[in-house]
Structure formats: structure tokens, C-alpha cells
């Protein structure tokens, strides 16, 4: 052994890198992640109202045909399988409540969602409310017009020769009741985005 060696004498390990340089500073933490909430435009949420209010007048549409159906002594889904014409063309008349129903209250659900949302971008920022109530009237008579005479026509002529005429424009009256619920409808889905 060495004479010089004592017990009490350990060898230190190598100093670690940061200790030989107290002037280098320690690296920062990341950054925390934040997603910023974008502003929405203002025409997304009149757009939602829109297709949102026009699928609410078209199933306020429906129960309306369906009880009409029911004072002619007609089965309720009758409009429903008339409107159903557009894929089944002429054998909705030997077809019962099924797939012809379906296909019909999908046509007419999106024909006025569509409705509802073209509406929502022509009038959607009317603030007067009795104006815009007028003019959702308006629209939705529009909209019969435009369905009636040069949707259906094309598309299936047995709906616009069959339809009901009295039942219908009570019925387009209350998607214009419904259509006129816009303005409301988005200033809501503005406010619950930004919350």
C-alpha cells in the first residue's frame, strides 16, 4: 500500500457539467399549450339557426299533414309517402308506411333546412322583429312557390298535381312562423360558442 494513503482520503467523482459553470442557466420549461378561441363568424351561427328552424317548420309541417291526412279519413303518412315520389316515382301509391315514408320525411326535412338556411342568409339580420316575421311569411311563401312550381315539376310532377292546396298553405304558414325564430336562434349559438 501507499504510504501516504490514509483511510479518510476518498476519491470525489467527476463534477457534473452544470456545477463546473455556475453562470450557465438551466433550460426553461416549455411553453404551455394554448388553443386560442377563434372568433365565429357571424354568418355560421345565422346558417345554424337556419337549418335548425327550417327542420323545426318542416316537422311542424308534418304533424300538420298528419293530422289533416287523418280528418280525410287517409292513413297520417300520406303526404309523407307522396313527397317520397321524388325516388319511388308512381309506385308510392301501392306503398305503405316503410321506406317510401322515409325517403319522403328526408326529402322534406332537407328541403327546408336548406330553405331555412338560404333564408337565414337574405334575412338573418333584420332586428325588428315584426318585420322579420312578416317577411319569413314572405319567405316561406317564396319558398312554396319555388318547390311547388319548379322543384316538384321536375323532380316528381305527382306532388304538385296531388298536394293538398288549403292544408299546404297552412303549412308553409307555420314554416314561416318557424323560419322567424332566426335572428334569436343565432344570437343564442353566437353566445354559447363564446362562452
Keep these: 500500500m501507499d504510504a501516504d494513503f490514509t483511510p479518510n482520503e476518498i476519491e470525489a467523482p467527476p463534477p ?9 442557466p438551466a433550460p ?3 411553453p ?6 377563434l372568433p365565429l363568424p357571424g354568418t355560421v351561427p345565422r346558417v345554424l339557426a337556419g337549418i335548425e328552424s327550417g327542420i323545426l317548420g318542416a316537422l ?3 304533424g300538420w299533414f298528419a293530422i289533416d291526412s287523418l280528418l280525410e279519413r287517409q292513413y297520417w303518412w300520406a303526404m309523407l309517402n307522396l313527397w317520397g315520389a321524388g325516388v319511388y316515382h308512381n309506385r308510392v301509391f301501392s306503398m305503405g308506411f316503410g321506406i317510401a315514408t322515409l325517403a319522403g320525411a328526408s326529402t322534406h326535412f332537407f328541403l327546408h333546412g336548406v330553405g331555412g338556411a338560404l333564408w337565414s342568409l337574405v ?4 332586428s325588428n322583429y315584426w318585420l322579420h316575421l312578416l317577411f319569413s311569411f314572405a ?5 312554396y312557390l319555388l318547390l311547388m312550381h319548379a322543384f316538384w315539376p321536375v323532380v316528381a310532377p305527382v306532388v304538385s298535381r296531388i298536394t293538398p292546396i288549403p292544408a299546404t298553405f297552412l303549412a308553409y304558414f307555420l314554416f314561416g312562423a318557424a323560419i322567424s325564430r332566426i335572428p334569436h336562434r343565432a344570437r343564442q349559438l353566437g353566445m354559447i360558442w363564446e362562452t
Design 123 to 126: 334575412g338573418g339580420r333584420m
Design 16 to 24: 457534473v457539467l452544470s456545477e463546473l459553470n455556475p453562470f450557465v
Design 32 to 37: 404551455p399549450i394554448v388553443v386560442p378561441k
Design 28 to 30: 426553461p420549461p416549455p
Design 139 to 143: 319567405a316561406a311563401a317564396g319558398w
Design 60 to 62: 311542424v309541417m308534418i
